[in-house]
């Protein structure tokens, strides 16, 4: 059974950081892309992620520059770093894993 678990979410001031978690068990973990997504109140579900399983990264263009994303096969886990924070980035964050597993998401907000 797979299980993607997120930790890291909250509250912070526009401007501050946080770092979101994503531990995943029941796939081979260092051979999967891994992925964070948002989705917003009344708004679709939207990449802001991505990294390969060789370390390659993409983002969506609206945290390009403020967000990072890393991996730990070690861990077992994926990363993700946002800094410079806005209260459009207000959203459910959620991981994937290899392009079809999700976690249950975390709320982020941030207040202006």
């Known amino acids: 059974q797979v299980q993607l678990v997120e930790s890291g979410g909250g509250l912070v001031q526009a401007g501050g950081s946080l770092r979101l978690s994503c531990a995943t068990s029941g796939i081979i973990f260092s051979l999967n892309a891994m992925g964070w997504y948002r989705q917003a109140p009344g708004k679709e579900r939207e990449l802001v992620a991505r990294?390969?399983?060789?370390?390659?990264?993409s983002y969506g263009d609206s945290v390009l520059g403020r967000f990072t994303i890393s991996r730990d096969n070690a861990k077992n886990t994926h990363y993700l770093q946002m800094n410079s924070l806005k209260p459009e980035d207000t959203a459910v964050y959620y991981c994937?894993?290899?392009?079809?597993?999700w976690g249950q998401g975390t709320q982020v907000t941030v207040s202006s």
């Open positions: 994937q894993a290899g392009f079809r597993y």
């Open positions: 990294i390969t399983s060789g370390g390659s990264t």
